[in-house]
Every structure is written in C-alpha cells, then in structure tokens.
C-alpha cells in the first residue's frame, strides 16, 4: 500500500491490497453491535453516583453515540468511492485506491480510534501485545484483530501527518515554506 497526497491535496492511497481494503471497508460498522464487549471502553460512565449515571445515559450517551454515527458515515461515504485500480486509469498498480477528503479526516480519526479501543477491549490487548515486533499468527481470531489495530493505527498516522503537514503549511502562507 502507499500513501501519497493526491492532486488535490488529499490523503490517497493506492495499491491497496484486498486484505487492507476488507479492513478499511470494516471500519463503516458499527462497533458496539460488532463488538459489544469492546464498545464498554468507549463510553464508559463517568462515576458510580447513581443520579449523574442516570443523567449520563439519558442525556449524554445518546448524543455522544449519534456524533460517532455521523462522523462515521462520512468514512462510509468516502470508502463507497473506494475503487480497484484497473477503475482508475491514471494510476498504475495493483488493489484498490482511496481518497480521503480532507474535511473528512476527523472523522476518520474519529472513527478508526473508536474501532481501535473496542478491538483492544474486547480482545484483552495489554501494552505489551500493542509494542510487539515480532511476527503475528494469522491463523487466530486474535493475532488477525491486532493486525487490524495496528493497520488502522498506520492508517491515523497517515492522516494526522498529512493535516500537520497542511496546518504548517497554512501558518507559512500556504507555500509550506518557513517565512
């Protein structure tokens, strides 16, 4: 896979290999119906006083939950665009290619972290599993979900050093240069 700028300014990328593309396509779920365990770590309440956990699931939750909706059906509208590369002629390669508008990466910032911390939750992950160098095992549930956390982390850190990359250009007077 590669991560370029597009034409536009986007964050594209390209050669995406099937396996990733079936990743990238997962993060349009819904976590807390594919991982109702995980989901627990995402809004956790906020105390043990009854009261202000009654407040918080009447008033706070719901509205917490439909902001994660929203933002994640932008990532749902910008992976429908995703594309195998024989569909877009200019670029050469193989897999598929995806482009991110800008505008959009908050909310797969957003979103990719959510997916992230209920895969640690409802795998039991430790620090320890999340530092690990070595070679994962594929053939179990558990080492193709910490490949999934670590490829949406790659995935963020893409993102996060493109929209620092465009702030540092926007505070230069848009040329990228230091005045």
């Not at 976590?31 to 043990?48: D, F, I, N, S």
């Not at 059906?73 to 598929?96: I, N, T, Y």
């Amino acid at each position: 896979m590669i991560f370029e700028l597009s034409n536009k300014g986007n964050p594209f990328f390209s050669n995406i290999h099937p396996l990733l593309a079936g990743l990238l396509q997962a993060a349009a779920m819904d976590p807390w119906e594919r991982y109702p365990e995980g989901t627990a770590r995402l809004l956790p309440p906020p105390g043990g006083d009854e009261e202000l956990l009654l407040d918080w699931q009447e008033l706070v939750q719901p509205e917490l939950r439909h902001h994660f909706d929203l933002e994640r059906s932008l990532v749902a509208e910008d992976l429908a665009e995703m594309h195998e590369v024989h569909e877009v002629k200019q670029k050469k390669g193989e897999g598929w290619s995806l482009e991110i508008p800008m505008d959009h990466a908050d909310a797969w910032l957003t979103t990719l972290n959510a997916l992230r911390l209920a895969l640690v939750e409802e795998h039991g992950f430790t620090e320890g599993d999340l530092s690990r160098n070595d070679a994962l095992d594929f053939s179990s549930e558990r080492g193709l979900a910490l490949m999934q956390v670590n490829f949406y982390a790659f995935v963020q850190e893409c993102l996060l050093q493109t929209m620092e990359s465009t702030e540092g250009e926007e505070s230069d007077g848009g040329d990228g240069k230091e005045a």
